[in-house]
């Protein structure tokens, strides 16, 4: 699980007690060797499945994982929201080509400007209550017949089984940490319903499709 090269159980000690925003500040320099990162493995294997376009849009994007993935796809325009500025510094040295916006994804106001939106690794940053929210967010910024595209957890397995038993235990350590401190650290694997997320995305004429890919699920939604 842990890397030589990544973070100590003391400085992911010092992450998981901080702020969600400082928390990946602090994390940043060395966040590729967590085993909290989306795996390069797991976006080689999504590649052939994705659609390409001329533009593409990587909320949460982190450390610029998924903006290499949408350069890849063809995508000539880049952009990526992250509200870490720490995160940002790592994606700018990864693609000093991408247009990198500090801020919350929540709060992003694209207008039919993108042809692919990446979200990788970052559900668990939604509150269920939020969902709604982020579908406005990608609705608003695809251009029609544009995909958005994310991971979710797979669903049976008795391996797939016990990792489904760990995130349920790292919510629940991470739920009474938000009781107890302040700031919260907002991470919830298994917090958001995948079925009403699914809903929400074909309420807004979305229609989605999944595909196992190594030990997880791509969903594309594509805007009709």
Not at 66 to 95: I, N, T
Not at 141 to 159: K, Y
Not at 162 to 167: E, G, M, P, S, V
Not at 169 to 191: G, H, S, T
């Amino acid at each position: 699980m842990f890397h030589p090269d990544g973070p100590s159980l003391l400085e992911l000690l010092r992450q998981a007690l901080s702020s969600t925003e400082h928390g990946y500040d602090l994390l940043a320099p060395k966040f590729e060797k967590t085993p909290f990162c989306t795996p390069a493995s797991l976006l080689e294997a999504a590649h052939e499945l994705l659609p390409r376009g001329q533009s593409g849009l990587d909320l949460c994007c982190g450390t610029g994982a998924g903006l290499g993935l949408l350069r890849e796809l063809g995508c000539q325009r880049l952009v990526g929201v992250d509200f870490s500025r720490g995160m940002l510094e790592q994606a700018r040295r990864a693609c000093p080509d991408a247009e990198l916006v500090q801020g919350d994804a929540l709060d992003a106001r694209y207008e039919s400007e993108f042809d692919l939106v990446t979200f990788f690794g970052a559900l668990g940053h939604i509150l269920p209550e939020d969902l709604p929210a982020l579908v406005d967010v990608v609705d608003r910024a695809l251009r029609p017949g544009g995909s958005f595209v994310f991971f979710v957890l797979p669903r049976t397995g008795i391996r797939n089984l016990a990792y489904l038993a760990a995130c349920f235990l790292f919510d629940l350590v991470m739920r009474v940490r938000n009781l107890l401190l302040k700031p919260q650290f907002i991470m919830y694997y298994l917090a958001s319903s995948r079925c009403w997320f699914y809903q929400l995305l074909r309420e807004r004429g979305f229609q989605v499709q999944e595909h196992s890919v190594l030990d997880c699920i791509l969903v594309l939604a594509r805007k009709c």
